[in-house]
């Protein structure tokens, strides 16, 4: 079972768009949601990270927000570039555990010129 | 560059031939960990090294795979009698302590024929 659901699968934006990538999760007990960027050929790098105390959290063009009661949490990407092109995850765990962050099944995200 | 390397880049192999991996975490991390990830899906966690002791293995780590750290630096990831399902990009991460952010490299790519 998928315990981290991330939709969409792929999203094309046109430049200086909002991207919104979306993920749910199922496990209360999860406490440490870091969203990661990939792009092809390259490991995944920390984007950026909330816990469930504050309700958004943003850094430069990117911002999570998070709804804990209806167990989600979204990223938003403001004025999206074509350098923002890469595969987004969401992830999940307790405790902010890295042996056992759940991870979503990416988005993969097409900034057009 | 003081990121986290892996070696090789990609490694085309037999079915039932033996490869190893070699990864060098950034110097100052004592927490190494091991991933795979195949098209579409998020990083598999496989197994974590604290220093030179191997904490945790993953289910997913069958008996033909084997990890090291010996000296607590650098580790090696082994895969004995390689079948086609090993086909996958493995990711070497390491972390300043547990809750630390992941540091990826960029991973190995195998294809076994």
């Known amino acids: 079972q998928q315990q981290v659901k991330q939709s969409p699968q792929s999203l094309i934006v046109q430049k200086g768009g909002i991207s919104i990538i979306n993920c749910a999760y199922e496990n209360t007990a999860f406490d440490y949601f870091p969203w990661y960027q990939q792009f092809p050929g390259k490991g995944p790098a920390l984007l950026i990270a909330i816990r469930p105390d504050v309700s958004e959290k943003k850094e430069g063009r990117f911002t999570i927000s998070f709804n804990k009661s209806a167990k989600q949490f979204s990223l938003h990407i403001m004025d999206s570039q074509p350098g923002d092109s890469a595969t987004y995850f969401c992830a999940a765990s307790r405790g902010g555990n890295n042996r056992k962050l759940i991870w979503g099944l990416g988005t993969s995200l097409a900034v057009n010129p | 560059d003081t990121g986290v390397s892996q070696d090789p880049r990609h490694k085309i192999t037999k079915r039932g031939q033996n490869v190893t991996f070699r990864c060098d975490p950034i110097s100052e991390h004592n927490r190494l960990y091991w991933y795979r990830q195949t098209l579409g899906q998020g990083p598999e966690f496989l197994t974590y090294f604290q220093n030179e002791a191997q904490l945790e293995k993953s289910r997913l780590l069958s008996d033909r795979f084997s990890a090291e750290r010996p000296k607590g630096s650098f580790s090696t990831l082994e895969i004995q009698r390689t079948e086609q399902g090993d086909s996958a990009m493995y990711l070497c991460?390491?972390?300043?302590?547990?809750?630390?952010?992941?540091?990826f490299g960029n991973g190995t790519r195998l294809t076994v024929t």
């Open positions: 991460a390491s972390s300043l302590n547990l809750d630390s952010p992941l540091h």
